[in-house]
């Protein structure tokens, strides 16, 4: 059986795990637009009583449509799941009456996206489809723009948090490097892309798409200005 599959055991209702790009509305799929629309419910992750996935979808949601808002602190650790929980439960309600609730992730739901704790909750009990969304990746690469790989190169996508060496196999490997989450990484990071020889071929793009989106060469960031919501691509060389 391939991964996947008997995920979706036959029930009344459905969660659509939907995408909603990096920031921008106009970047929302006409599927995932859809899916939103038709659902009962919306239900969208919380962070200091604030949504950025809804906020993207706020001129699009419908009177009537019930939300669901997810406490989901990004403080690492287990500090989000009883969030995660209690909105599972709720979900699952919805669901056991025939009901679709639309879950509302930036960027793609399945990269480093929170549909991931939802998706470990529900699914093989209730049907779960999943519902593409624009990356920040991609989106990023489109502001500066430039090609992130072409023809036979390789890309490392790596998490800001992990060890020098770590980032230093990720560089040794790939012909460009994604690195996602910076916030009080940045200083670190950026030293060992210096150590590399790399500084002169990365780049810090941060917000991408949305109205506060930042575009600057990595050694021209001030450190205290580094956000979460950045990411820096560095292109040991770019195709042609």
Known sequence: MARGQGLN????????????GPGDPELITL?????IQAARAVAYPVQKGESV???????????GQ???????????GDAAAPGYDAAAGTIAGYLARGEDVAVLCEGDPLFYGS???????????????VVPGVSSLMACAAALPLPLVGREQRLAVMPASGSDEDLRRGFAFADAVALVKIGRHFGRVRAVIAALGLGDRAWY??????????VLPLAAVDPTTATYFAIILVFKETPS
């Open 115 to 129: 549909f991931i704790y939802l998706l470990s909750r529900l699914a093989g009990r209730h049907r779960v489809e």
């Open 53 to 63: 996935a809804r906020a993207i979808v706020a001129g699009y949601l419908l009177p």
């Open 66 to 76: 019930d939300e669901i808002p997810i406490d989901a602190p990004m403080t690492g």
């Open 205 to 214: 793009v941060e917000r991408a798409s949305q109205s506060g989106q930042r």
């Open 9 to 20: 055991p036959p029930g009344p209702g459905t969660v659509y795990g939907v995408g909603v």
């Open 31 to 35: 599927k995932g637009l859809k899916r």
